[in-house]
């Protein structure tokens, strides 16, 4: 599985930003999907997945309310529409392909980052 994200650009403090990651191959619909980000001089860390099928998903604390996981197996994408952004929210923000069909955290397949820069 390749994936290739896209989306990020600059915003001011309480805008909107729409990331999306199109996978290659044939094989998108059996995996969950995730949304990691790494801001500047910290480690990556979770943000959102999503399983197979859409039904379920899961959020860090941070995001929840304002972030919002979805696919569209048709189109082998994931999206993560984000509302209400915070300066914190800065980061460069990469999608994920968990090895298994429900969220298992276990990702074994990454796409390159798309930055994301929240302006105070």
């Known amino acids: 599985v390749q994936l290739q994200a896209s989306g990020g650009g600059l915003v001011q403090t309480g805008g909107s930003l729409r990331l999306s990651c199109v996978a290659s191959g044939r094989t998108f619909s059996t995996h969950a999907m995730g949304w990691f980000r790494q801001a500047p001089g910290k480690e990556r860390e979770f943000v959102a997945a999503?399983?197979?099928?859409?039904?379920?998903?899961d959020y860090t604390a941070s995001v929840k309310g304002r972030f919002t996981i979805s696919r569209d197996n048709a189109k082998n994408t994931v999206y993560l529409q984000m509302h209400s952004l915070k300066p914190e929210d800065t980061a460069v923000y990469y999608c994920?392909?968990?090895?298994?069909?429900?969220?298992?955290?276990?990702?074994?397949?990454w796409g390159q980052g798309t930055l994301v820069t929240v302006s105070s």
């Open positions: 994920a392909a968990d090895r298994h069909s429900d969220i298992s955290r276990g990702y074994d397949y």
């Open positions: 999503i399983n197979w099928s859409g039904t379920t998903t």
